[in-house]
Each structure stands twice: as C-alpha cells, then as structure tokens.
C-alpha cells in the first residue's frame, strides 16, 4: 500500500491558531462534527455541545479562520439562511520544530489534544463493562504500545501506510459505517535523529 497521502496539511504555525486549535471545547466540537459525518448549523452545535448558538457562533468561526471547518451549504430553515459547515477534510500539523518559541504552546496543544483522546478511550472502556454486548466477538476496539526495530525506510513506510489508511476512510463510505477514534505515536527513541517527514 505506497499509495500517495492524499488530504492537504494544515499546519498550525503561529502562537494565535496554536491556542485556537487547542481550547479543549473546540476539540469537542471537532469531535462531534467528525462524528455526525454530515454537515451542521451553528444551532446544531450548540444544541448537541450545550453552549449558546452565539457561542456555538463564534468557536465555528475561529475554526473556520485556521482552516479546520469549512462552509458547505446554504438551506432556508424557517425563513432563516442557515449556514451548514463541515469539518475540513485535512490532516492537522502543529509544527514539528521543537527548538522554536512556540514549543511551549506546542507542547500544551498536543497535551490537550491527547488528554481528551485519552479520557474519551476510558469513559467508552467505562460503558463497554457496563453494557451487555450485542456481538460479543465483534471488534470494538484496542489499546497497544510496544517498541519495534525499524530502519529510516521502513519507518517511513510504516508512517505512511498508516497514515494513507486513515486518511482514505474519514469519510462515511457506507450507512454500515462507524466512527472510530484514534491517535497515533510513533517516534525514533534515539536522540539526534531526523522527525520523521510530515
């Protein structure tokens, strides 16, 4: 599977877009729009998150602004022209250069993004042991960590395949679909060598 990275990247560049990425209400909007997998109004936001539409407003449009949400469609919903957004079909990049200024924030931003990962995984191992199971066989999902001995080639392959492979299917592909979560480390444990390319 060598096939090319096929979504656009965003890269958060300055301090200002860092700490809009980063506020953790607007990664649950993100979360919840990437699950609804159709586009949304402002007022849906706000319905489904519990926030002011004016709220719901004003977090959609600073997404907007960074590039991560994008507009979809116009529809009269009682007489009113509903703006109807999506979530950008792009891969997030906070920069990878942690010699700079912004590593702080960088760091922060990725500390953010992963505590909510991490709390959304355990509050599902939660309901998971709580819930009789329809399909006991079925997979529903996983934890692993590990270490495996790779040259640079292979590294990258690896990155890419995964990476390739996520980024073909965020899109709803059929009404049998689930959305599943992720994250994804993968870095060289010696020092002194070159990140892996974005």
Same mark, same amino acid.
């Given at each position: 599977m060598d096939a090319k990275i096929i979504k656009p990247v965003v890269t958060l560049q300055s301090e200002e877009d860092l700490r809009v990425f980063m506020l953790p209400l607007r %990664?649950?909007?993100?979360? =919840? =729009? %990437?699950? %609804?997998?159709?586009? $949304?109004? +402002?007022?849906? $936001?706000a319905d489904l998150m519990g926030i002011s539409p004016s +709220?719901?407003?004003?977090?959609?449009?600073?997404?907007?602004?960074i590039g991560l949400v994008e507009h979809d469609h116009?529809?009269?919903v009682n007489g009113i022209k509903a703006d109807y957004l999506r979530p950008a079909d792009v891969t997030v990049s906070i920069g990878g250069?942690?010699?700079?200024?912004l590593s702080s924030v960088?760091?922060?931003?990725?500390?953010?993004? $992963? +505590?909510?990962?991490?709390?959304?995984y355990l509050d599902? =191992?939660?309901?998971v042991q709580k819930e009789p199971v329809e399909q006991p066989e079925r997979? %529903?999902?996983?934890l692993g960590s590990g270490i495996v001995h790779l040259d640079q080639a +292979?590294?990258?392959?690896?990155?890419? =395949? $995964?990476?390739?492979f996520v980024e073909t299917h965020t899109q709803t592909q059929s009404v049998h679909d689930h959305a599943w979560e992720y994250a994804f480390f993968f870095h060289d444990t010696t020092t002194g060598k070159p990140p892996l390319p974005q």
């Open positions: %990664q649950k909007i993100l979360r =919840m =729009m %990437q699950i %609804q997998d159709k586009p $949304v109004t +402002s007022k849906h $936001v +709220s719901a407003r004003h977090h959609l449009k600073r997404l907007q602004q116009f529809e009269q250069d942690l010699r700079d200024d960088r760091f922060a931003a990725t500390v953010s993004l $992963v +505590s909510d990962i991490t709390r959304n599902w =191992m939660n309901c997979f %529903q999902g996983d +292979s590294a990258e392959a690896f990155y890419r =395949m $995964v990476r390739t």
